[in-house]
């Protein structure tokens, strides 16, 4: 079922009109997870889906997605234990993160996770050397153009490299692949098909060096809904399968993706509270908006104004006016949005509740531990499945309490 025109899911509105917490807090829409999870899998059926825990690795979003079959990318020993402590096999994480320390690789190894990703020689040598018979993924540099939140240079290697490296692998004896990112929430269709011919090319070379194209990971890039538009993944989903007709055509290679934003982003609601409304002078035609979360409490992905997120308020339908959205704390980086001002409605005041949508991914796992005296934001998950449960369970407690 399509929710795209519903501000909240019936879960999470019954949460927020049920539910007296202290803001800043993230509800999390279980069943949306599940929603987005079971669509990119129609779209992709060939593909192994690795979760990108490092989005959000909420327990009840990593038991659903467990329950659902899902495997998981993780980025630390710390998100490897969580995948394990809700039933995942070591068989089903990767080890996405190209920067490891030694015994953060010997660590994975001996709870039998067998695949890392790498874009170096280095690396490679730290798992030769303590976790020998592994699988590796070579990661490929992509230059993300047409992402809103690109990667850097920090990540990938050049084709050139990418190739020696998976020929070296091969050499010592693991089977061997390569990975990419297009970039967070990427809107170029193209992207896949630019990178998968670059990859086409890599893997003619690496087989005349005696290294088989044993899996291809497409990484991530799918979208959450924000304020500027995007394809839908049914477009995305036909735009990675005819790139991967065109490249690959009779492909015989495991192939994996790794959504994470696009999973969970749409699944969560961010509620907020109005603290001030003020000008900062009287000639200014913006009015500054202070909001109890932010880019300390979770919305650091705001930065440079990169991620826009759809807001809601109490007023919304009313009388609007430009106006600058900033966070409480003492720090004159904590502006989120003023380059581009947001129009608000121009009844909205102190007390009032602002909700952020789409703020399911990269809002938790960004939250400070506790700058200026802050509490991290709150997180909350809730399921229909378990509302029906609770209004079952009621009803029977109602059905004794008569018979007696």
Known sequence: MTRANTPFTPAVQQFLARTDVPTPYVVIDLD?????YELLRNELPEANVFYAVKANPARGILERLQELGSSFD???PAEIDFCLAVGASPEQISYGNTIKKRRDIAYAASCGVRR???DSEPELEKIIDVAPGSEVCVRLRHDCGGADWPLSRKFGALAPDVVRVMIESAKAGLRTGVSFHVGSQQRDLQAWNDTLEVVAGIATEAAEGGANLDFLNLGGGFPGTYVD????IPAYGAAVRSALDTWFPNRNFELMIEPGRYTVADAGVLRSEVVLVSRRSPLDEARWVYLDCGKFHGLAETMDEAIRYRLRTPHDGGATGPAVLAGPSCDSADVLYEKNAYELPLALEEGDMLDILSAGAYTT???SVGFNGFAPLAEYTVSMRDSLVAELADELAGDLADQH
């Not at 538009?229 to 839908?232: H, I």
């Open 32 to 36: 949306l997870v599940q929603e987005r």
């Open 365 to 367: 796992t960004y939250s």
């Open 229 to 232: 538009a995007t394809p839908t």
């Open 74 to 76: 993780v980025a630390s």
């Open 116 to 118: 890392f990703t790498i």
